[in-house]
């Protein structure tokens, strides 16, 4: 080829580069690079659509403007100065500076404790009727009432006579009353029959601890009959109700948690009834610790405005105290 330069490019790029460089830039690039730069930078602006896939090297500079799209696809080895708008698929390497917008999906490290099927119970609790006898029977039924939100009957004491007597007693239950029901077998459920050495007089037969298994469950405003016999021989103890001016179904002993009420006298199995009788016993339970619970705060709330009322009362009768005493000047100075 010629060796001088022509004043024109070309209009297409030559196989060899020129020795020289164009003064206009080409309108696309050689095949192999020139030696050489252009004279001057491109007329034609950069283009502002931003790549799909990131570059293999990070650039020089940073950008103008954040980008508006979605974040990378992959983690990117360094911590964003500002988090993200959605949580990222896996852990950073580092903890980032602020917290997610949004809760991961992930679960955590453990499950969570979940809730007890049944509240706490406060076991040891104890209502007592009496141990003063007077009257001799097969057996006594009688029911209780509750007043908590859950009680579980747990062991029963019995009043018998005399001592060192082997006896066979037979515990029946009914959810409900006795009354309408004394003579009814097929009313009642046999859930316990155990043989027992009796205490004697004035004391406390205790039944085996396996009397009340499983045990009976009474809720707040639940009515339960019991039925205890012996089934060799009259041993019961009872009291008269009339004593107390008291008739079958009046409350005879009550606490916070329930009441035993006033009986009936049986034959065994399930022939006469006497009514009117207070069965002698102890019947032992648990109580669930919300109602406790309450009952604390119902005492701190009494003894709250028991104090709120002294504290008042002592404020009125310091007042007439000192009007008294003044009263008592002015006449002495009229004197």
Request: net charge neutral; with cysteine.
């Amino acid at each position: 080829p010629t060796p001088i330069v022509g004043n024109i490019p070309t209009s297409g790029p030559t196989t060899p580069p020129s020795n020289a460089p164009n003064e206009s830039p080409s309108t696309a690039p050689t095949t192999p690079p020139t030696m050489k730069p252009s004279v001057g930078p491109t007329s034609t602006p950069p283009t502002p659509v931003v790549g799909v896939m990131p570059t293999t090297k990070p650039s020089i500079a940073p950008s103008s403007s954040p980008t508006i799209e979605k974040p990378t696809p992959l983690l990117t080895g360094v911590v964003s100065n500002i988090p993200t708008d959605v949580p990222s698929t896996g852990p950073t390497p580092s903890p980032t500076r602020f917290p997610s917008k949004l809760p991961t999906r992930s679960p955590t490290r453990g499950p969570t404790k979940p809730p007890t099927a049944y509240p706490t119970l406060i076991s040891n609790e104890v209502i007592t009727t009496t141990y003063e006898g007077g009257e001799t029977q097969d057996g006594c039924m009688f029911d209780i009432l509750g007043k908590a939100s859950l009680i579980k009957i747990i062991s029963m004491d019995i009043h018998t006579d005399p001592v060192d007597v082997p006896m066979i007693v037979e515990l029946y239950h009914r959810l409900g009353t006795w009354d309408g029901r004394d003579k009814h077998p097929g009313a009642w459920k046999l859930i316990s029959q155990e043989t027992v050495t009796s205490q004697g007089r004035g004391m406390a037969t205790s039944l085996p601890s396996t009397t009340f298994d499983p045990v009976i469950t009474v809720t707040k405003s639940q009515r339960h009959a019991f039925y205890i016999t012996v089934a060799n021989g009259r041993y019961m103890q009872y009291t008269d109700a009339g004593n107390n001016n008291l008739v079958s179904g009046d409350v005879y002993a009550s606490n916070d948690d329930l009441s035993v009420l006033v009986g009936a006298g049986k034959n065994y199995q399930f022939l006469h009834t006497q009514r009117n009788v207070v069965w002698n016993g102890a019947m032992y339970y648990a109580v669930s610790s919300s109602d406790r619970a309450n009952d604390d705060n119902a005492v701190l709330s009494s003894s709250s405005s028991s104090s709120v009322v002294v504290e008042s009362t002592a404020r009125s009768l310091g007042a007439y105290c000192v009007v008294f005493m003044m009263m008592m000047h002015v006449m002495d100075a009229v004197v």
